[in-house]
């Protein structure tokens, strides 16, 4: 496709068209309420939550996608000067409200862009959106699979948000008298939510302008800002941390429970000389032993992540995620056969490139790729850095004010690759995008 004319959760390039598949933070960079530069497409449940996360933002520049249904634009070669007609499919992501894959097809070929999403085999509406996808395909392949590539490493092998929901209540149930914490980010995981309440018959604690987005979202008897009502409380991920945990423990008894795809594992803070402090949580990745604190998790001969971790005194770790891990990402490319392969995540925690494992799926022999050095890629997470540092002005700061504007998270400090993740979402498309 040639340069200017399609941008997808991408703001800062010059496109004439642009598309977002969903309104979390890390695909939204660099939009904003003021931003004016074209028409943008998203699903009609994006749109309505749109208002709410962009106030006063002009909502003339929103085109609504149903999805399912094919959709033309019009664009002008920027080259030529002459028309051209590119279709567009959203296609339910199963990710979060509202999120959706984009299907384009055009003199370009077709190809598909995930964004974040779960590809569950055995989920009802993930098998609407199969049928769907291979209804839309009509037998082609695609030129070009933009992938959410989040855990595209063998490592990483999920239950069903079902299944983790289902561990989620067995863990509440199990401390009928303690109070319950969980961690979740401002969009996301309300199936887990619902699933809690429906199966314990209570009602969930939410801060008031997460209780605004239940309500936008049609959730009106389940949510509450009263603590007196419910000892459940969904809290914002940056308020979950083992300090938190240990305070409230010392007024009532209380568990915190993170459902996340991600490892966590407690360590020592980094430069934390007194051994006796606070612990941090951090990443984990490949075959390696959790370190202190609480029972060891250990990935399993087969690979596979254990369900539940205990990793803290006071916190669970449950394997609840909303982006689709290794065998449903490899089912997904089977099932769309692309001609190539670009990861939308290109500075993952895990990162490797997802041709290194399903080249041969796309006829590419996997011996071409091989896994970047150590050097390689700490070369490259120090280019990407420097750039983001020069692109938002941080390098004006001193040592000491950058520490401060660090992120606190899990009573740690974000890693630098979380930082760069959220930098490398979303792609310009462009007519070099060729195996």
Known sequence: MEKGLISVDRWSDHSQVYFLTHLHSDHTQCLSSSWTKGPLFCSRLTAKLFPFKFPNFNLSLLRILEIGSWHSVSLVSPSSGSETTVDVMAIDAHHC?????????????????????????????????????????????????????????????FPSREAAAQQVVDIIASHPKHDIIIGIDTLGKEDLLLYISRSLKVKIWVWPERLQTMHLLGFHDIFTTKTSLTRIRAV?????????LEGLNTVRPTIGIMPSGLPWVVKPSEGNDNPAGPPSISHHCGNKRIINGGPRAEINKKGKLRSVVRFHQYIYSVPYSEHSCFPEIEDFIKL??????KGIVSSSFCYIEPLYYFGGLCGVNPSSQRLPRKSERREKYENIEAK????????????AENRKRKIDFLGSHLRRVSILRRA???????????P
């Open 236 to 244: 914002p991920r940056y308020s979950f941390s083992i300090n938190t």
């Open 336 to 341: 769309v056969q692309p001609i190539n392969i």
């Open 388 to 399: 983001t540092k020069s692109n938002s002005g941080s390098s004006n700061f001193t040592d």
């Open 97 to 157: 409200p509202g999120a959706v894959m984009y299907l384009f097809r055009g003199d370009f070929g077709c190809m598909l862009f995930t964004g974040d999403f779960r590809w569950e085999a055995t989920n009802e509406r993930a098998k609407i959106g199969r049928t769907m996808l291979l209804h839309a395909l009509e037998g082609d392949r695609v030129n070009i699979l933009y992938l959410d590539n989040t855990y595209c490493n063998p490592s990483f092998s």
């Open 424 to 434: 490398q979402r979303g792609v310009k498309i462009v007519e070099n995008d060729s």
